[in-house]
């Protein structure tokens, strides 16, 4: 995990190539036939502004599968109107009067929603300047979710569903977790986790989309990542739990960068796990597990 996926390189090159053929096809449109036009492309050059020239004012824009919104708390925000500001330059904006904020709301009183965002440029702006977690304060979380997502169980969208998660111990892991949000955030906006989009199956993004968000939280000893889904298998629903393993595996494999068989398991650590949220709520009473 020395370098970013190979698709989100291509995004960013894409951005520059397709400015760049922009400006050409304008600065050609006066040429005559035979005619060979000069082309400053260095004045095109400094004409481009991708996130890496300005964080916030940009010209290229990729858009994304799906919109998503940042979300915080940490002990610094109960009972405040507005946290210890985790991102320094997006404003806060309020929690949307839903029905599903509103059965969550005493939860919710507490977690902040930061800023929303719909295209590559605008993820690379904001993560450039969010406090990564490995300097977060303990017992704080970001949750990045679809738009329209509320971070909670009785969201419509996550109350038939549950989570995959590994818990980390932080020591050990303090220099890799920043890595390891990262990748997991990139794999959630670039929709790599759930192979069932591109199988010309899907029809609409928020509907057909087994994920919902992804969660980093620090803890005293231990760090944990969670990608929660809008559906969890039950009985002989081999179809979804296939798809839900898949998930999993993806997450394991290709974002954490740990081999299959690996075991991980151990002093405040865990494996790579699935637990359905109505299981989590029996705090371990006949919770059936799946595990990669």
Do not use: C
Not at 24 to 51: F, H, K
Not at 113 to 127: H, K, N, T
Not at 201 to 217: D, F, H, K, R
């Amino acid at each position: 995990m020395t370098a970013l996926p190979a698709s989100f390189q291509h995004a960013n090159k894409a951005a520059i190539a397709a400015a760049l053929a922009e400006n050409t096809e304008s600065i050609g449109a006066d040429v005559e036939p035979g005619e060979i036009q000069e082309v400053d492309m260095q004045a095109q050059a400094d004409d481009i502004r991708t996130v890496f020239s300005h964080p916030t004012s940009f010209n290229v824009k990729h858009p994304l599968y799906s919109p998503w919104t940042l979300w915080f708390d940490s002990p610094a925000t109960k009972g405040r109107n507005l946290p210890q500001t985790p991102v320094s330059s997006f404003p806060q904006t309020p929690v949307p009067q839903t029905p599903s904020a509103a059965a969550a709301q005493g939860w919710m009183e507490d977690i902040k929603r930061v800023v929303s965002f719909d295209s590559v440029e605008e993820f690379w702006g904001l993560y450039n300047h969010i406090v990564p977690p490995s300097q977060l304060p303990q017992k704080a979380n970001y949750y990045l979710f679809k738009e329209g997502i509320i971070p909670a169980w009785e969201d419509e969208a996550n109350k038939n569903g549950g989570k995959w998660s590994i818990q980390l111990p932080k020591e050990k892991n303090r220099s890799q977790v920043d890595k390891m949000w990262l990748y997991t955030m990139l794999a959630a906006i670039g929709e790599t986790f759930d192979p069932h989009l591109t199988s010309g199956e899907a029809s609409e993004p928020n509907s057909q989309s087994l994920i919902t968000g992804v969660i980093v939280s620090t803890r005293p000893q231990f760090y944990r990542l969670s990608i929660w889904t809008r559906l969890a298998p039950s009985g002989d629903e081999d179809k979804l739990r296939e798809r839900i393993e898949t998930v999993g595996r993806h997450f394991k494999i290709n974002v954490l960068g740990y081999p299959e068989t690996q075991k991980l398991a151990g002093p405040l650590a865990t494996e790579v796990e699935f637990l359905s949220h109505k299981d989590s709520e029996k705090k371990g009473k006949a919770a059936k597990k799946l595990v990669i």
